[in-house]
C-alpha cells in the first residue's frame, strides 16, 4: 500500500477516487510544525550555522498520530503536498516528524485526474533548495520580529509588533498620506472649444494645448487671461491644422497570477484580498481551477488548445486568432514550473457556479478564454484646430496659430477579446463606484469614445462655443488594497501568496484604516513607520533592500547561495541596529 498525504482534508476522497485501490490517501490539515509562538525567539546561530528550534503544534497532534501509523503501514510515502516552497516545507517537516524512511515528494498543480495520475508516475525526492528558501523566509521573519517589535515600546502599548513586509508596506502607505498632507492644490482653467466643419455636423469638442507657441498640458493658470483669451478667439477665423487617423491595436491581458487576480477581484467584485485566497482554495481542491499560488502567467499547451477549441465553438472565426498567443511571465521573482491560474476544465462555464465562488470563477474563466481571443482594434483621430492661423510670431520669425485646440477620438473597429472580457478588463487598481455613489473625477482625460470627422488640412471650422472650465491638480491617490498589492509585486517585496495576510495585518493592528477602499495610515502607524525609518534605514524598512532580500531567497531555491549565510548576515544586520534603538542584550546567542 502507497500512502499518499495531503494538505488539505478537502482533496482526499477526491484524490482517492483518481488513485484507486493500492492506495491510501490521508490529510495533514496544513502545517505540522513551526517556531514556537511563546518562549523566545526559538532561532540560535552558532559559527555560521543557524539553528531554529520548531515544534509539533498543538492543533497537528492527532493528524501526526494519525499519518505515523499509517506510514508504518504503508510500502511507501508520497508527499504531495501543495506546489510551491511552502508546500515543499510543510512536506519536509512531515518527513522530520513522522522518522527515517524513504519518502518521495509528487507535485501537481491542479486536482484532476489526469494531473495526479501524471504526479504519482513521476515522484522525486525532497528539494531541499526549496526547504531551505522556505526555512530562511520563515526565520527572518521571526528574527525580524523579535528584534524588532520590542523597541516599538516607547510608542506605547498600542505599537504591538513590526514585520519584515508588513513594515514595508505600511511605509508606503504612511509615506503616501503625508504627501498627500503636504500637497498644496493649484487651480487652473481649462479652455474648451465646440466646433463643427460648416454644413457638416456632429461638432465636436477641442481643448487649448499651445498659446502663443507655448505647450500648456491643457492648464492656464491665470484666470484672468484665459478669460480675455476667450473674448479674443471668440473673433477669429479657425481652420484644421492636422488631422492624423491611425490604427490601434489592443492584446489581450495575460492570465491571472495570484497578485492579479486579487487585484481584479477587489476592483471589479469588491472582494478583499484574504476573501479571495479562501474562495480561491475551495476552487483549488474542488477541481475546478489550477493551483492559485502563482506569479506564472504561463500557460500548458494542453489549456492553450482548449481555449481555443472553445472560441471555435462559440465566436465567429475572426475572433480566433492564427497561432496561439504566448504570454511571457513577467515577474522577476517568479516561482518554479507553476502555470498561471486557469480554469482545469474550461467547458465548465461560469454558469455552472452560484455566489461569490461563481463571481470570482466567472473572472478567471472569461480572463482564461480571453487571453487567447483576437487582439481589439480601434481607430484614433487627432485633430488639431488653430485659432487666428499665422497670426503669432515666434522668436525666430515663423508664424503660428495664437492658439492651438486639440481633440481625439477612439472609435472601436473590432473588439477582439473586449467582447467576453469587457473593455474594463485590465483595470485591476481603479476604484468603482457602487450602486448611488458618484465616481470621483479622474485626472485629465482628452480622449473621447466619439468619432471625430475626418477633415483637410487648411479647412475652415466654425466656433460654436468657447468655455472656461475650472480644475484643480490632485494629490496622488490613496493605496486600495489592490493598488498596494500591485506596488508590492512590481518592486519584488514578498510573495503574492503573503499579500492577503499583510493586508489583514496592517488592518488589524490599527497600523491602516481603510474608508470607502482607500487605505489611511492612522496616526500610530505614521509613528510607527517613523520610527522604523529612523532606526532601521538601510534595512528591512526599505523597498530596495526588502527586494534584495527576496532575490537572495530565490537564489537559495535555485542552490546558488547558502541559506544560513544569507540569513546569519541579514539577522546580525538587524540586530545591530535594533540593539542601537533600544534592545538589550543579544537573543540571537543561544546556549
Known amino acids: 500500500m502507497k500512502l499518499v ?12 477516487d483518481f488513485l484507486g485501490s493500492g492506495y491510501r490517501v490521508a490529510a495533514s490539515f496544513g502545517h505540522v510544525r513551526d517556531l514556537p509562538a511563546k518562549g523566545g525567539i526559538a532561532v540560535a546561530f552558532h559559527g555560521g550555522k543557524v539553528a531554529p528550534t520548531y515544534e509539533q503544534l498543538e492543533r497537528a497532534s492527532r493528524a501526526v498520530h494519525e499519518l505515523s501509523g499509517l506510514a508504518k503501514q504503508a510500502d511507501e510515502v508520497l508527499l504531495a503536498t501543495d ?19 524513504t519518502y518521495r515528494r509528487v507535485v501537481f498543480h491542479s486536482v484532476t485526474k489526469a494531473a495526479v495520475q501524471k504526479a504519482m508516475a513521476e515522484p522525486r525526492p525532497l528539494d531541499l533548495r526549496l526547504v531551505n528558501a522556505q ?21 506605547g502599548k498600542a505599537a504591538r509588533s513590526a514585520g519584515r513586509v508588513q513594515s514595508v508596506a505600511l511605509r508606503l502607505v504612511a509615506e503616501r498620506e503625508r504627501e498627500i ?19 457638416a455636423p456632429p461638432p465636436f469638442e477641442a481643448k487649448l494645448i499651445i498659446w502663443k507657441g507655448t505647450p500648456l498640458n491643457q492648464r492656464l493658470k491665470d484666470p484672468v487671461l484665459a478669460e480675455q483669451a476667450i473674448d479674443w478667439c471668440k473673433q477669429q477665423r479657425w481652420e484644421v491644422l492636422a488631422c492624423d487617423r491611425r490604427d490601434s491595436s489592443r492584446n489581450a491581458p495575460p492570465p491571472f497570477s495570484t497578485a492579479t487576480v486579487q487585484q481584479a477581484a477587489s476592483v471589479r467584485l469588491g472582494f478583499n484580498p484574504d476573501a479571495t485566497m479562501k474562495l480561491l482554495q475551495g476552487l483549488f481542491e474542488d477541481g475546478n481551477i489550477t493551483y492559485h499560488r502563482t506569479d506564472s502567467t504561463a500557460l500548458s499547451p494542453e489549456a492553450i488548445a482548449d481555449a481555443r477549441k472553445l472560441i471555435a465553438k462559440d465566436f465567429p472565426a475572426e475572433y480566433l486568432p492564427k497561432g496561439p498567443i504566448i504570454h511571457a511571465t513577467k515577474s522577476a521573482n517568479a516561482q518554479e ?76 473597429v473590432f473588439d477582439g477579446w473586449r467582447k467576453l472580457a469587457g473593455e474594463d478588463a485590465t483595470e485591476e487598481t481603479k476604484v468603482k463606484a457602487k450602486p448611488g455613489e458618484k465616481p470621483e473625477p479622474d485626472a485629465e482625460d482628452d480622449e473621447s469614445s466619439e468619432e471625430l470627422p475626418m477633415l483637410v488640412v487648411g ?53 491602516v484604516e481603510e474608508k470607502k477602499r482607500k487605505l489611511y495610515a492612522t496616526p500610530l502607524g505614521s509613528s510607527v513607520t517613523d520610527f522604523l525609518v529612523r532606526h532601521f534605514s538601510g534595512n528591512f524598512i526599505d523597498l530596495g533592500y526588502t527586494a ?18 544569507v540569513v546569519t548576515e541579514a539577522s546580525f544586520a538587524v540586530l545591530k541596529l535594533a540593539q542601537a534603538a533600544g534592545l538589550r542584550g543579544n537573543p540571537l546567542i543561544q546556549p
Open 83 to 101: 506546489p510551491d516552497r511552502e508546500g515543499e516545507a510543510i512536506a519536509w517537516h512531515i518527513s522530520q516528524l513522522l522518522g527515517e524512511r
Open 135 to 155: 526555512q530562511a523566509r520563515r526565520v527572518l521573519d521571526r528574527v525580524v520580529g523579535w528584534l524588532v517589535s520590542p523597541t516599538l515600546r516607547c510608542l
Open 459 to 511: 479647412e475652415e471650422l466654425r466656433l460654436l462655443d468657447l468655455l472656461a472650465q475650472k480644475r484643480s491638480t490632485k494629490p496622488p491617490p490613496r493605496y486600495t488594497q489592490a493598488s498596494l498589492i500591485k506596488k508590492l509585486e512590481k518592486d519584488g517585496i514578498g510573495r503574492p501568496s503573503t499579500y492577503a495576510n499583510i493586508m489583514r495585518t496592517i488592518l488589524e493592528r490599527g497600523y
Open 5 to 16: 498525504i495531503v494538505e488539505s482534508p478537502n482533496k482526499v476522497r477526491k484524490i482517492k
Open 181 to 199: 498632507g503636504k500637497f498644496n492644490n493649484v487651480d487652473y482653467m481649462v479652455l474648451a472649444a465646440k466646433l463643427e466643419k460648416p454644413g
Open 337 to 412: 514550473a507553476h502555470e498561471a491560474i486557469r480554469p482545469t476544465h474550461p467547458e465548465k462555464g461560469p454558469d455552472a457556479f452560484r455566489g461569490d465562488e461563481g463571481k470570482l470563477y466567472k473572472l478567471i474563466w472569461q480572463r482564461f478564454i480571453a487571453c487567447q481571443m483576437s487582439a481589439g482594434r480601434d481607430q484614433i483621430t487627432t485633430l488639431d484646430a488653430a485659432c487666428a492661423p499665422g497670426e503669432w510670431k515666434l522668436a525666430d520669425g515663423t508664424l503660428v496659430p495664437r492658439g492651438v485646440f486639440q481633440a481625439k477620438g477612439k472609435v472601436t
Open 548 to 565: 534584495r532580500l527576496e532575490d537572495d531567497l530565490d537564489r537559495i531555491s535555485r542552490g546558488e547561495a547558502d541559506w544560513e549565510k
